[in-house]
């Protein structure tokens, strides 16, 4: 109410002697001056405490999975930011709304609620809100892996809050870059990305510690190890642990990036036990499982190393699958969402069609009226072409009688220009035959100049030649020398196999280039059958050396009569001294009984042979050749006479046609399942036609190796 009017109304009631009326009328009108005063102030600060309010509620709800609550005091506090003219506490809500929906699986709703605020946010050109905008989307982006979009929305940020707002951090969106480059690995990036966030003005204390700590995961990300100089390193990581730490003390608590970090702390102080400790005390079993690998190898602990790294596969495979299952509904969802969107545009389109369709019909009754108006116009231009051509006629009289005066002016003129013209003649004669002699000058040198550059061309034309013709044969002697390295290789497998009534036994080698790394061989003692199947890591010249060796190790092994585990025992600490480029091989090895039909075996890392169409269980045994002194465990099957027995390598199972489908197991399984009483060459020959048939003229990406053996009863 206006305080003019509530000071008339109430000096009606004041006492009406003159001194007293006029000093309670001053005294009223000073308490309501500063009551009016008063009055925005409490209005403020009560709004001001129902924003804080709000705010606390949402960060409360955040990281709750109650959806309805969380929109509904999200939008409540975005009324009141909105009412309080806040336009940062607004857009932040909103941002947050975007936000909550990506983090809980809901990530295309999440992308469209941040195209929507940005949307909002230019048609009312609110710069905080654009670049809010802008930096939610490249962090829903970066969340559906879609990095690219999310690095170039965050660049844009930075620029637009650098132009914008100069004296504000854009540390969030420098920190959100650089976490996208060391998620793919590249550690450079990454340092500088973090380093360009600690040189932001007014940069926040939550923010340089998170800047420090993806600093110092990229330090030990590097530590994995390609490190030259330990010491140097040790003194980088000691500086970037002890920044991170004054920034942990000023922040006044950890990031998530904490636990980690302290594991590696503990690491690089060679204290394995407690890094341990806090290993077991992460959330992540993905993070738990590779870092426990890499501190049992630190240890020399390689059996351990191997069954916690094979568990951070495992863990990494489910979680990809997760991942890409989610992104499938997502994707069906955005494709839904955009059938509905295409349908709206076309009855849009249609109706623009109906209005073109009547503005068109007005255009047509336009033109009518436009062609009887030209028609008009085309008779009265008829008539002006009349008259016109009166005055065209008129003006040819009078040329004409021009024409006869001008005939003898003429006359003189070309007897004048006969003259002049004579002397023209002799002096352009003169000045041709300077051109014809200059001419031939000319051309003879060029002539001259032309036959020696032909002469060079001939020259360089020769040299050419004798280099291709020597690298030719180089390549010829190169291709003549694998030939023979082929040859020598295939002559170190069996070719020739037993003609025996109690053994059908038959094998396959088929390298992917010229030489190969798988391998295969059996030898025959009195009437204990000994034999092994292999593939040895990488292809080419080094894989054929390695799987040489092998070869001969395993003959050499089984005319001692050892027993299969303890072949692999020893391939494996022969083939790992001095194993320096890493090298390994996965083989099956056994011993059948010819007689009894008794079987042991012993599965190195290698592919589960089929018995009879099964899949047989077998120990998670190790790759030959990684690390020395494992102590590999044997299995056995009583009785396998009359069965099957199928062992191969990869290139069976995992040979790709032009649609990138590998052949798969359960269709060996099912082509096994029916030759079952097939002969093992048979057997090898059908698998050769299969896979050959599923490439369908693609070429081999990996050596195939096939052996069949049945004890015949």
């Known amino acids: 109410m206006n305080i003019a009017l509530i000071f008339k109304k109430m000096s009606v009631y004041l006492p009406q002697n003159n001194l007293k009326h006029q000093l309670m009328k001053k005294l009223i009108l000073l308490i309501l001056i500063l009551v009016s005063g008063m009055i925005p102030t409490w209005a403020q600060s009560a709004a001001a405490d129902d924003i804080a309010q709000l705010q606390k509620q949402m960060y409360q709800l955040y990281n709750k ?24 506490t607004f857009y932040k809500a ?26 909002y946010a230019l048609n009312h050109d609110h710069k905080y809100g654009i670049y809010t905008g802008t930096h ?15 690095i170039q929305n965050f660049k844009k940020a930075i620029s637009y809050l650098h132009e914008n707002f100069p004296k504000e951090s854009a540390a969030a969106s420098w920190i959100e870059l650089a976490r996208i480059s060391l998620t793919n690995r590249k550690i450079h990036q990454a340092i500088q990305d973090a380093e360009q966030a600690l040189k932001e003005p007014n940069i926040s204390a939550m923010h340089r510690l998170n800047a420090w700590s993806v600093i110092c995961l990229s330090k030990v990300d590097t530590a994995l190890y390609h490190v030259k100089d330990a010491a140097e390193y040790q003194k980088e990581f000691d500086y970037v642990w002890g920044e991170r730490e004054k920034a942990k003390k000023a922040y006044g608590r950890d990031d998530s990036s904490g636990p980690v970090i302290a594991v590696w702390r503990k690491i690089n102080d060679h204290q394995y036990d407690e890094a341990i400790a806090l290993c077991n005390k992460l959330r992540s079993p993905l993070f738990r499982n590779d870092l426990l690998s890499l501190i049992h190898k630190r240890k020399g602990d390689y059996r351990n190393a191997y069954f916690t790294q094979q ?59 436009e062609e009887a108006l030209m028609l008009k116009l085309k008779n009265r231009d008829a008539e002006l072409a009349n008259a016109t051509m009166q005055l065209e006629n008129d003006r040819l009289e009078t040329n004409n009688k021009n024409l006869q005066l001008s005939e003898y002016l003429s006359k003189m003129h070309a007897q004048e220009e006969k003259e002049h013209a004579h002397h023209i003649l002799i002096a352009a004669g003169g000045a041709i035959a300077l051109l014809v002699i200059c001419f031939l000058s000319f051309y003879l040198y060029r002539r001259q100049l032309s036959a020696r550059r032909l002469k060079h061309a001939y020259h360089q034309l020769a040299v050419a030649y004798d280099q291709l013709e020597e690298t030719t044969t180089a390549k010829e002697r190169i291709e003549s020398e694998l030939r023979i390295a082929r040859d020598i290789q295939m002559s170190m497998v069996p070719q020739a196999f037993p003609e025996r009534s109690d053994l059908d036994l038959y094998g396959l080698m088929s390298p992917a280039k010229e030489v190969g790394g798988d391998l295969y061989s059996f030898e025959i003692i009195d009437n204990q059958l000994y034999f092994c199947l292999g593939d040895v890591s990488g292809k080419g010249v080094p894989a054929s050396l390695f799987m040489a060796q092998a070869i001969r190790l395993f003959r050499a092994m089984a005319k001692q009569r050892r027993k299969p585990c303890d072949i692999a025992n020893r391939l494996n600490n022969e083939l790992s001294e001095n194993n320096d480029n890493g090298m390994f091989v996965t083989m099956f090895i056994g011993e059948a009984d010819l007689t ?11 592919n589960p042979p089929l018995l009879d169409g099964e899949f047989i269980e077998v120990e998670s045994n190790a790759p030959i050749g990684l690390w020395p002194e494992l102590e590999y465990v044997g299995e056995e099957i009583d009785n396998i006479r009359g069965k099957m027995l199928f062992i191969y390598t990869d290139g069976l199972n995992e040979a790709e ?25 048979q057997v090898i020959e059908a698998f050769s036609q299969s896979v050959e048939s599923h490439r369908n003229g693609i070429a081999p990406n990996d050596d195939l190796t096939m052996l069949a053996i049945r004890c015949i009863v």
């Open 94 to 119: 909103w941002a947050n709304q975007a936000l909550y929906f990506a983090n809980h699986q809901q990530r295309n709703k999440g992308q469209l609620i941040a195209k929507d605020m940005q949307q």
């Open 65 to 88: 999975n109650d959806e309805t609550a969380f929109v509904d005091i999200t939008n409540k506090l975005k009324v009141a930011a909105q009412k309080a003219g806040d336009e940062r």
């Open 657 to 681: 046609n032009q649609a990138q489908e590998q052949y798969g197991d359960d269709q060996l399984q099912q082509m096994m399942q029916q030759m079952k009483s097939d002969t093992a060459k």
């Open 136 to 150: 939610v989307m490249g962090t829903i982006q970066s969340m559906m892996g879609d990095y690219q979009e999310g």
């Open 311 to 369: 568990r951070y596969w495992e863990l990494r495979d489910s979680i990809n699958s997760r991942r890409n299952n989610h992104l499938l509904m997502e994707m069906t969802a955005t494709m839904d969402l955009g059938r509905v969107e295409l349908e709206a545009k076309e009855l849009k389109l249609r109706n623009q069609q109906m209005r073109l369709d009547m503005a068109a019909e007005e255009l047509e009754n336009k033109k009518l009226e």
């Open 596 to 606: 009894t039909g008794h079987l042991y075996y012993c599965n190195a890392g290698h």
